[in-house]
Nanobody, 120 residues
Framework: VQLVASGGGLAQPGGSLRLSCAAS????????MSWFRQAPGKELEWVSS????????NYSDYVKGRFTISRDKIESTLLLQLGSLKTEDSAKYYC??????????????GGQGTQVTVSS
């Protein structure tokens, strides 16, 4: 599988963004998927995970109630809707296979991530 994240950009506090992660390959539906993020000078932080069918999702306490993870099985795309954005949400966001797993981050499969900047 090859993962390509997109949709990042500049948003104001309280605003929203929608991140996408396009996955190549035919086994997308079988993978649990996760989003992580990393701000400059900080460690990689888990954000959210979703099961293969899109029925079970989990969120970090920092984003619970503000972010929504989902997946489009037809398009083999992982989504993350970011809402009520805070400046501390600014980071590079990465998608990866696995439940709370970083397995693809930093590898050629994982891609470059997408930058989210929240600023007024």
């Amino acid at each position: 599988v090859q993962l390509v994240a997109s949709g990042g950009g500049l948003a104001q506090p309280g605003g929203s963004l929608r991140l996408s992660c396009a996955a190549s390959g035919s086994r997308f539906i079988s993978y649990y998927m996760s989003w992580f993020r990393q701000a400059p000078g900080k460690e990689l932080e888990w954000v959210s995970s979703i099961d293969g069918n899109g029925n079970v999702a989990n969120y970090s306490d920092y984003v619970k109630g503000r972010f929504t993870i989902s997946r489009d099985k037809i398009e083999s795309t992982l989504l993350l809707q970011l809402g009520s954005l805070k400046t501390e949400d600014s980071a590079k966001y990465y998608c990866t296979r696995g439940w709370k797993s970083k397995m693809d981050i930093g590898t050629p499969r994982g891609g470059q991530g997408t930058q989210v900047t929240v600023s007024s």
